[in-house]
Structures are given as structure tokens and as C-alpha cells.
């Protein structure tokens, strides 16, 4: 039975610094960055993205995907995105992060679905919001092929809501659930044994049916 889990990058894959963060600290922009972290509205981010990709005029994209590197992986990540790979699972990566950044640590983790903002040689963004991540992983388990049944989804913000809401499986790793919500919450997990438990739950079975156990 096929099955597909969608997984929230910043603070879920990763732990400690944002990928904006990291990319900021080489280019000396930190304390600007730290204010644009703190930004809520749609367009004050789209401004804030618009003058985040003149930073990087600055630097040649090889060298800011080789900052990268400095990002810290949440525990068990690695091993825990392979152990689902191993068992058939499928896997993407929803961000609303920088497509080169996503698409380099789903390099990483042999990851081919990867949801996030592009940015154009020319400097055209192509924005990812919270909003697009449930749709996106909806039109993702349709090409697969995966029964919206089989769907889980694991984030750790209040961007992920609408995601979680829409699978099956949802687990929550931040450190306080949205109220109202019914996720499955497990804060700062290890991503390992959120791959083993998902494996455990959904084994013979639709997800949707492995949540009420």
C-alpha cells in the first residue's frame, strides 16, 4: 500500500538557525535578518525576500549553497527519511524557504518532491507560502498515486497547520500544538523515531485507521 510523507523543513528537518539565518551570517546581515524573521504578513515577506535576493547578488550561488553545510540536521533526520525511503515510502520536502536551499538537503536525503520559493537567476521569486503546502502535497499523493488516506505530514509551526490538517497522520514537533488541533505531539522528536513510529502505525493498514490506535 503505497504511503507518502510530507515533511516541514526549518525546525522539523533542521533545528537551530533558519536557512535564511545561515545564508545571512555569511553575508554579515544577521541582525537584518533577525527582523525579517519576525515579519507575519504576506507582503512585508515578499519585500523582505525581494531585498534578501539583492544580498545575494553579492555572493555566487555556489557559494551560498556551500553555507549550507553549517546548518544543524535534527536528530535522527538522515537516518530516519532513509528508513522511510527504505520501506517504500514516499517522500517531500514542503518549505517556504529558498528552492536552492531545499532542493540541496533534499539532495542530501535523496528527497525528489520538494516544495518551495524560487529564486531566478534574474531575480524573479517565485513565492511558497504556508497556504500552498496542503494543495501542494494533495496534487503530490495524486501523481503518486497514494490514497489521501496514506497521507502524513510532520511540521512545528504555525505555517504547517493547514498542512497537518490535511493528512491523515499529522505529527506536530514544535513545542506547543496550535490550540483546537488534534495532532500527534511530539516536540523536538528525533525524526528516526517519528519514521519508526509511522512505519509501526500505518503497517497493514490505511494511516487514517493507524491514528486511532
Known sequence: MAALVVVDLGGTLLRGATVCEVLAARLGRVEEMKRFESLT?????????????????????????????????????IQGVYRLREAGVYVGIASITWGFAVDWFAAQLGVEHVLATELGENGHIEHAWPEDKPAWMERLALRLQVQSENVAAVGDSFGDVAMLQAASLPFYVGSHPPPGTRFLHRPAANVLTLAQECGARCSGQSLRDARRR
Do not use: D, K, V
Open 41 to 77: 504578513g504576506q507582503a512585508e515577506t515578499a519585500a523582505a525576500r525581494s531585498e534578501m535576493a539583492r544580498w545575494y547578488t553579492e555572493i555566487s550561488r555556489e557559494s551560498l549553497i556551500e553555507c549550507l553545510s553549517g546548518a544543524q540536521w535534527a536528530p535522527g533526520a
